[in-house]
């Protein structure tokens, strides 16, 4: 008998596991409306209208509305699903006055049980060759309402709509969409064959390990294949080192997914006295005991999309409570980087000196970010972002100052990829043939500044630290 019983309560258990299951995916995201967000350099843009966390539904209304600063773009069409052209539900659009109407309602008109993510349709838009890249186009919902279960009005949270104007994830070969020649090549990179434009570099690091590997190529081909919805990820950083009982802040941080995010830790053990902000990834608090700690962190995103990394935090016990953030370091594939001799460091009594580094040696044959590791004489843990490149972005770099007008004359020559220039966050005018200028009387001579590269799409290309003369 009681063998009996503790067979039948097997198929009890595995069901109302399955069940218990099934509704935590269900109630990870609770009615929620979203128009896509989606990134595309292509004339023509598909925005996903997607409901999350929505169990039944028999009918909905929806208008979403263009920016108002962008008359020129213009809706051509709404396609809706296959569940929403009249298997399940019948749908209608009306497009006018920057405006697309949409309506569905259940063929019987009764509710309909959806899955935890169903797509309702795309809405396509044409892009006028006027927007600028890295631009973000806003999709507002201006009216929204829903019927559920036993005609019970549905109360759908929003998230609205961007269209941005760069490469998306994914895409290696310029098609404006994820496909699978991305992943091939990708593979060709591994191979040998280097991706070495900034912006492709940036679409083909997936799992945002700064890194294009093989790895990447199959997170591609799982999203072509529809076995992931999104690429979102944990961007690779090396924490910095922490002092005990000194006040410790650093941050790890998401991409790829819809904002706002969720942090939290799901394993190991973080520095007691330490804490990660669920909003931000900020991980900030006073450490006790010194020690070398590691622990993985789970982001999700407003959609449920999860992704989870792990990182280390080392805690030591000496006289320095921090150090200088350094800035990243570019350096060719292949050679030596110039890794700073000495940093700034603070102590304890809060005074600050400088204090010699011993760096670990850094392997360059690789293009991407790697981390450049190193101790002061001290002990303390100190590391810098390198990254390699194919080629070098300044061509040269030249400084005058006039004494009569208490003015300084900066010229710069940099490499095509290089579109916008600035020292210590002044903008330098661009000449053109790849030459920018700035005259300016903010600058001190004799000083440091930082010279920061960016791409067209706002990508960082290189921060370096430059002496006026």
């Known amino acids: 008998m009681k063998l009996f019983l503790r067979l039948s309560a097997i198929p009890l258990l595995f069901l109302l596991t399955f069940c218990l299951a099934e509704e935590k995916a269900e109630a990870a995201v609770k009615d929620t409306l ?17 409901l999350h966390g ?15 600063n962008h008359p020129d773009l213009k809706i051509k069409e709404f396609k809706p699903a296959a569940l929403f052209t009249g298997s399940q539900f019948r749908s209608a659009s009306n497009i006018a006055n920057g405006k697309v109407t949409i309506d569905v309602i259940s063929t019987t008109g009764k509710q309909v049980r959806l899955a935890p993510r169903t797509v309702i349709g795309h809405i396509t838009y044409e892009v006028p060759s006027g927007v600028k890249e890295s631009e973000t186009i806003k999709l507002e919902v201006e009216r ?31 098609k404006n ?3 699978a020649a991305g992943a091939v090549r990708i593979l060709q990179h591994v191979k040998g064959t280097s991706i070495t434009n900034r912006e492709e570099f940036v679409s083909a690091d997936v799992d945002g390990d700064q890194l294009v ?5 199959q997170i591609i081909l799982d999203y072509v294949a529809g076995k992931r919805h999104s690429f979102i990820a944990m961007k690779a950083t090396d924490l910095s080192t922490a002092a005990v009982k000194s006040d410790y802040t650093d941050q790890v941080q998401a991409i790829n997914g819809r904002e706002p995010y969720s942090y939290r830790r799901i394993s190991g053990s973080m520095p007691s006295g330490l804490s990660i ?8 608090g ?11 962190v789970e982001v999700t995103d407003a959609v449920g999309e999860s992704a989870r990394k792990a990182y280390s935090i080392e805690v030591v016990d000496t006289n320095i409570i921090s150090t200088e953030k350094l800035a990243p370091i570019n350096v060719k594939k292949g050679s030596k980087p110039e890794l700073p001799s000495e940093v700034v460091v603070t102590y304890k009594d809060k005074t600050t000196g400088k204090e010699h580094v011993n760096w670990t040696p850094v392997d360059t044959s690789t293009l991407g970010t790697i981390i450049a590791k190193g101790k002061t004489d001290s002990g303390f843990g100190i590391s810098v972002e390198v990254h390699v490149v194919e080629e070098d972005y300044i061509i040269s770099f030249d400084s005058t100052f006039s004494p009569f007008v208490n003015l300084y004359i900066v010229e710069l020559h940099v490499a095509d990829e290089v579109s916008e220039a600035f020292i210590d966050g002044i903008e330098l005018h661009y000449e053109g043939d790849g030459v920018f200028k700035l005259g300016t009387n903010v600058l001190q001579q004799g000083a440091s500044a930082a010279l920061t590269l960016r791409d067209k799409y706002g990508n960082l290309l290189e921060i ?3 002496r006026l003369d």
Not at 144 to 154: E, F, K, Q, V
Not at 277 to 284: H, K, P, Q, V, W
């Open 213 to 217: 590997t093989q790895a990447d190529a």
């Open 277 to 284: 902000s669920a909003e931000t990834g900020r991980i900030m």
């Open 177 to 179: 969409k994820p496909n």
């Open 464 to 466: 370096k630290s430059i």
């Open 286 to 296: 006073i450490p006790s005991r010194a020690g070398a700690y590691n622990f993985d």
């Open 144 to 174: 929204l309402s829903a019927i559920g279960r036993t005609n019970t009005p549905l109360t759908l949270a929003t998230l609205e709509g961007k269209i941005i104007r760069k490469m998306p994830p994914g895409d290696v070969v310029g």
């Open 34 to 50: 979203e128009i896509g967000e989606v990134k595309s350099l292509s004339t023509t843009v598909d925005v996903p209208v997607i």
């Open 54 to 68: 929505t169990l039944y539904l028999t009918s909905a209304n929806l208008e979403i509305t263009l920016q108002a």
